[in-house]
């Protein structure tokens, strides 16, 4: 039998069903779970049989999920986690320990870059930053202890991208592991285990979900790696619920319905914001315009959800003004909806970093993010072409 398609492993792996015969996967929606007698739990207990315990670390829902997005992404295995920000501190904290250096991009989302800055540094784990495009950066960055890089591609919200084939080439004969938060493309747009990343990391909030209704992470790759981070997750609780993971995992069945439409919407967005004149720059992977465009044709099946664009005049009140003006999109910190989001990077999402922090990400006062939904396409640019037209 040849292997499935993406769509369909999304649609059609599920759990196996119970005495009910069930054609939905039904929530198990329990704290624990019993045993048939004092030596089954023991053998539990002892991993020599596999079976649930305690949904903190092991629940039907939430193996659905991890066993879609395994093979969604080509890992061998995947732990879910509360949040986005609960898979990359998981990951970080199971996979260093004391004296670790790690490489990461600077073109994080400011949480990652928080967690990178003040926490693991009083843990005894340096960080170094590179600029995602400094190519000879990252090589001279490596040391003896470098253990593991980090990086966003595409990025949030200046969507640069990095070679991922060049770099897990590069991180692996330097002994590094290579982890790629894969949050803006989704697996249905980029699996960078295909092009060598040892472990992927999702906000399963965003675009996975795609609705705006639950929080969620996930952390895949191998399973020796991904078993350190289940184990730091079975101890500290970061864990996803059951409800939340039910959610994502009927979700996970439309992804690619979803995508394709979103992608579809943004290109047009782009083109639309290309030929506006109140529009300094736009920022799209599959524009002719991106500066990696050919590198981007061949990463990412398709360009995304996400168009960045800068107001002319490039100012705070700018940016302000715009958003302020329009009135189909939501203004919220969030993306990956089916409702279009416009967000102000600046003031917002960025608001932590400083302003030569900003400056060196490329995240000016004039700079929004906009997160293309599923409305109908002519509505959507109405509204964008109406808000520019007033400033």
Request: proline share 3%; hydrophobic share 40%.
């Amino acid at each position: 039998m040849k292997k499935l398609a993406f769509e369909t492993l999304a649609i059609r792996t599920q759990t196996a069903q119970t005495t009910q015969k069930e054609h939905a996967t039904p929530l198990f929606l329990t704290s624990s779970f019993t045993f048939d007698s004092a030596e089954e739990g023991a053998a539990l207990f002892a991993k020599e049989i596999e079976g649930n315990l305690y949904s903190r670390f092991s629940n039907p829902n939430v193996d659905e999920f991890c066993t879609k997005i395994s093979l969604l992404e080509g890992a061998e295995s995947t732990v879910a986690t509360a949040s986005g920000m609960g898979a990359i501190f998981v990951c970080l904290s199971a996979l260093l320990k004391s004296g670790d250096h790690v490489i990461a991009s600077k073109a994080l989302f400011g949480n990652s870059l928080y967690i990178l800055r003040e926490i693991l540094p009083k843990w005894g784990i340096q960080t170094t930053f590179v600029h995602l495009n400094d190519l000879e950066g990252w090589e001279r960055s490596f040391q003896a202890n470098t253990k593991l890089v980090l990086v966003e591609t595409p990025s949030n919200p200046t969507l640069d991208i990095i070679d991922l084939a060049w770099l897990s080439e590069l991180s692996h004969k330097k002994g590094a592991k290579l982890v790629v938060d894969n949050c803006f493309a989704t697996p249905y747009l980029q699996q960078p285990i295909k092009w060598g990343a040892d472990i992927v990391i999702h906000s399963a909030t965003k675009w996975i979900d795609g609705q705006g209704r639950v929080l969620g992470g996930t952390i895949s790759g191998n399973t020796q790696d991904i078993s350190a981070c289940y184990d730091f997750l079975r101890r500290t609780g970061v864990s996803l619920s059951p409800f939340n993971a039910w959610v994502l995992s009927k979700s996970l069945e439309t992804l690619h319905v979803r995508m394709d439409r979103h992608c579809e919407n943004a290109l047009k967005v782009a083109q639309y914001l290309e030929g506006n004149p109140n529009i300094e720059r736009v920022i799209y992977p599959h524009l002719e315009s991106y500066s990696n465009y050919e590198l981007a044709k061949k990463q990412l099946q398709k360009g995304g959800g996400i168009v960045t664009a800068i107001i002319r005049g490039n100012q705070k009140k700018d940016g302000a003004k715009f958003l302020n003006q329009l009135g189909l999109f939501s203004l919220t910190a969030n993306l990956g909806d089916t409702r279009s989001i416009a967000t102000h990077p600046a003031s917002t999402t960025a608001s932590k970093l400083s302003e030569e922090q900003k400056h060196e990400l490329g995240i000016s006062g004039g700079l929004i993010r906009l997160s293309i939904g599923l409305e109908n396409i002519e509505d959507i640019i109405q509204d964008l072409d109406q808000a520019l037209n007033k400033l």
